[in-house]
């Protein structure tokens, strides 16, 4: 069963590498989180359901599978 919705999670060592935070009152329902992980050490499927890039100044943590993206990938090919 595919998944509709993919969740993830930044963990950052220190709040200085949080460069932009926005959320919009009102109508607009968009939010924008930019920083920095810093230099990428690693990147990896962990438990074959997350993808997990470390970087020496943190972590970006995506509900997705390694099989997901290749077929993703197939898809767009034939297109």
């Known amino acids: ?5 993919r ?6 060592k220190s709040k200085t590498d ?4 926005t959320l919009r009152n009102g109508n ?3 939010a924008l ?5 810093g230099q990428l050490e690693h990147a990896d ?3 074959d ?3 997990e890039v470390v970087g020496d100044k943190g972590v970006l943590r995506v509900s997705l ?9 197939e898809e767009v090919k034939k297109v």
């Open 65 to 73: 599978t390694q099989q997901e993206i290749k077929k993703r990938t």
């Open 49 to 51: 359901v997350v993808l």
């Open 33 to 37: 989180i930019e920083g920095t992980i």
């Open 7 to 12: 969740f993830f999670s930044v963990e950052l």
């Open 18 to 21: 949080l460069k932009n935070i």
């Open 1 to 5: 069963m595919e998944r509709k919705e």
């Open 28 to 30: 607009q329902e968009n």
């Open 45 to 47: 499927f962990t438990d």
